[in-house]
């Protein structure tokens, strides 16, 4: 898949590339949610979803923080796969 580059990808519905600029949003630091963003998604996702979506985010990103903290490695689950570091 083309994650990185999903804003060119073609693997990606524009249901999903939403989701993933609300992704971009809240891991980069400080995490910010333009109000523009904010009303694209209130107009593709019910409040439910969001919710559900951003607890997601919020989630994957607690955990990643978490495991560099205490320098917790992969258990490489997935190896020959990758996950890109957060933007900076």
Not at 67 to 73: D, G, L, W, Y
Request: negative net charge; contains cysteine.
């Amino acid at each position: 898949m083309d994650l990185a580059e999903f804003e060119r990808s073609t693997h990606f519905n524009e249901r999903e590339k939403r989701a993933l600029r609300l992704t971009v949003a809240l891991t980069r630091t400080p995490a910010e949610v333009p109000d523009e963003l904010f009303a694209v998604l209130r107009g593709e996702f019910s409040e439910r979803e969001l919710v559900e979506l951003t607890n997601a985010i919020a989630w994957e990103n607690y955990r990643a923080r978490f495991n560099r903290t205490f320098a917790i490695e992969s258990e490489n689950f997935s190896k020959g796969q990758f996950c890109p570091l957060p933007e900076r």
